[in-house]
Nanobody, 119 residues
Framework: VQLVESGGGLVQPGGSLRLSCAAS????????MSWYRQAPGKERELVAR????????NYAASVKGRFTISRDNAKNTVYLQMNSLKPEDTAVYYC?????????????WGQGTQVTVSS
């Protein structure tokens, strides 16, 4: 199983970035996909989630209206479009997959990608 994030970097306040997470080794379409982030000295927090069925989404209050999560099941990829970025969005962003099979929970994490918002 692999989750490989990309698209992070340094951006000025008000700018945009698009993160991608390429998945392999599991049935991507059957898993809920999420983005989490962890800033220095803080706990990891959920940023956005998209379900496997129906594509319903939910967002942290701090990013609602600015970030958009989407998935392409044909490409086994989940995206996070981040607009109107703020310095407080600076963090390592992690891709997460969650699925249930045979009564067992399966959770996978990517290695993270750094997002820095600074002038």
């Amino acid at each position: 199983v692999q989750l490989v994030e990309s698209g992070g970097g340094l951006v000025q306040p008000g700018g945009s970035l698009r993160l991608s997470c390429a998945a392999s080794g599991f049935t991507f379409s059957s898993y809920a996909m999420s983005w989490y982030r962890q800033a220095p000295g803080k706990e990891r927090e959920l940023v956005a989630r998209i379900l496997s069925v129906g594509g319903s989404t939910n967002y942290a209050a701090s990013v609602k209206g600015r970030f958009t999560i989407s998935r392409d099941n044909a490409k086994n990829t989940v995206y996070l479009q981040m607009n109107s970025l703020k310095p407080e969005d600076t963090a390592v962003y992690y891709c997460n997959a969650f699925g249930i099979r045979g009564g067992n929970n399966y959770v996978y994490w990517g290695q993270g990608t750094q997002v820095t918002v600074s002038s």
